[in-house]
């Protein structure tokens, strides 16, 4: 009866337990051109890092100089076991970052593999890396 006779509250308390379900922990929920939900926190406007420990960083630019320095540092100084794997989500629709072919031979030289995909993808490939219990890092464009 209570539900009935108060539908705003009904309908926010609906929409609040979706966006619960729909948005898992630790995991990408939705995702889209510049916006996505990480960790249930809704991110907009940023490209994102998130290393092998799982730290979120998120930048203006993953392709900026110093942004490049940072994440590149970040993935070369974590020590290799065995299954690393770096995923690349290029953007949404135009593909416009990429790794260089001399920075792919590298993770290849540290027995690291990497993938470069549309964004849509990385956050798929993400989330199932992290269900096999994968060690895995991720730099995702949202903005392009």
């Known amino acids: 009866m209570f539900f009935w006779k108060h539908k705003i509250i009904?309908?926010?308390?609906?929409?609040?337990?979706?966006?619960f379900f729909v948005n898992p922990p630790h995991k990408f929920g939705i995702a889209t051109t510049n916006f996505v939900v990480f960790n249930r926190v809704p991110i907009t406007g940023l490209d994102l890092f998130i290393d092998f420990e799982g730290a979120v960083k998120p930048f203006m630019s993953l392709g900026g100089a110093d942004e490049r320095r940072e994440w590149m540092k970040s993935i070369l100084e974590t020590p290799p076991e065995e299954d690393m794997l770096v995923i690349v989500g290029t953007g949404f629709g135009t593909s416009s970052f990429h790794l260089s072919d001399s920075l792919?031979?590298?993770?290849?030289?540290?027995?690291?593999?990497?993938s470069q995909v549309p964004s849509g993808q990385a956050v798929q490939q993400y989330n199932a890396a992290l269900d096999q219990k994968k060690k895995v890092a991720l730099l995702l464009e949202?903005?392009?």
């Open 10 to 19: 009904s309908l926010l308390i609906i929409a609040g337990l979706a966006y």
């Open 142 to 144: 949202l903005k392009k």
């Open 104 to 114: 792919v031979m590298l993770l290849n030289i540290r027995n690291i593999r990497s």
